[in-house]
Each structure stands twice: as structure tokens, then as C-alpha cells.
């Protein structure tokens, strides 16, 4: 059976319905699923598999699973770059230790927040990793709000683990999401 003739592969259903309710449920329903799964291992865990930028994460999973941002290597790379960089803005400012108090920022968190920001933002073009929920992960670290190395470990650990969702999914989905990066359209192949 040929790729096409599958009628649940995601271009087969947008062939017979609307384009945009197709997209609509697989990103909800598989952004439910991957959230969901991601709270089941935080519940069990007791620890931080589940924080704000993994959302938008999602959302390009599932929404634009063929654009480059979503890709596993601007997924991975660029939420490491965000919490490194959200980690050095805390070493650097001194506040490592210094618990979070959203209602009462500081000159050091204001500068922590801005080197973190700054420094994902400068970097990901670098490493050509432009994943923008980065920029959500890197404030949630300078901020102070997952700041211990081993919470910093979890956190990439479910940006791992969604992106192993988000591949499994798509893959089922008859779609050609990249195993690594998404490669250029008509690009020379590699040598």
C-alpha cells in the first residue's frame, strides 16, 4: 500500500476534509496526548517534566511539524542553548541560590533575565537552531523558576522526550518529519 492510499495519514484526510479542521484536531489531540504523557511522568516523578515553553513546543510539533523550527535538532539544540544560557545569566548575576520572587524583580534579575534572552536569541542563528519556545525555556531558568542542575537535566530530558513523541507521531502520520534536521528544499545532497 502506497503512502497515499492510507486513509489515515494526515494527507489522506486533508484530501477529503477541510485542511484547516484536520490540522486543527491532529494538533490539539496530539498536543493533548504529549502534554498528557509529559504530566504522567511529572506526577510519578515528582519533578519538573511539565513547564510553560514545552506548549508552544507542541503546537510547532504538531502544527508545523515540516518547518525547520520543528525539527529535532532545532528542538534539542535550541532548548539547550536557552537553558545554558539561562543558567550562565544566573551564575554570572549571583543568583543561583536566590530563590524566585516574580513580584519583586530586581537590577540582577533584570539583567539576568535580558543576558539570558539576549544570549538564546544571538546563539540559536549560530548553532542554526531557531526553535522559539527557547526563548520562553530561557526565562523560565533565569528567572529562577527550574534553576537546580538536576531540574535543568529533567527539563532535557521532556524537551527529549516530546520531541521522541512529536517523531513517532508524525512518522505514523505518513509524514516525513526529519530524523535530525529538516533539509533544505532542492538543496545539493551531502557528500
Not at 492510499?5 to 494527507?11: H, S, T, V
Not at 537590577?107 to 544570549?119: P, S, T
Not at 513517532?168 to 533539509?183: F, Q
Amino acid at each position: 500500500m502506497t503512502r497515499e492510499a492510507k486513509p489515515y495519514y494526515l494527507e489522506s484526510l486533508e484530501d477529503r476534509y477541510p485542511r484547516w479542521a484536520v490540522r486543527s484536531v491532529y494538533t490539539g489531540v496530539n498536543s493533548f496526548i504529549s502534554i498528557f504523557l509529559m504530566a504522567i511522568i511529572a506526577y510519578n516523578t515528582h519533578a519538573p517534566f511539565v513547564f510553560p515553553s514545552l506548549g508552544p513546543t507542541a503546537f510547532l510539533l504538531f502544527y508545523t511539524p515540516l518547518a525547520a523550527a520543528s525539527a529535532p535538532h532545532n528542538t534539542l539544540v535550541g532548548h539547550l542553548i536557552g537553558l545554558l544560557a539561562g543558567w550562565f545569566s544566573l551564575a554570572v548575576t549571583g543568583l543561583l541560590a536566590v530563590p524566585p520572587d516574580l513580584e519583586k524583580i530586581d537590577w540582577q534579575r533584570i539583567l539576568a533575565c535580558a543576558i539570558a534572552l539576549g544570549l538564546t536569541c544571538g546563539l540559536m542563528p549560530i548553532f542554526q537552531a531557531a526553535h522559539p519556545p527557547a526563548g520562553a525555556t530561557t526565562l523560565i531558568v533565569s528567572l529562577g523558576l527550574i534553576r537546580t542542575p538536576e531540574h535543568l537535566l529533567i527539563m532535557m530530558v521532556a524537551v527529549f522526550v516530546i520531541v521522541l513523541q512529536g517523531f513517532v507521531i508524525n512518522r505514523a502520520a505518513g509524514l516525513p518529519y526529519p530524523m535530525w534536521r529538516k533539509h533544505a528544499e532542492n538543496a545539493p545532497p551531502d557528500d
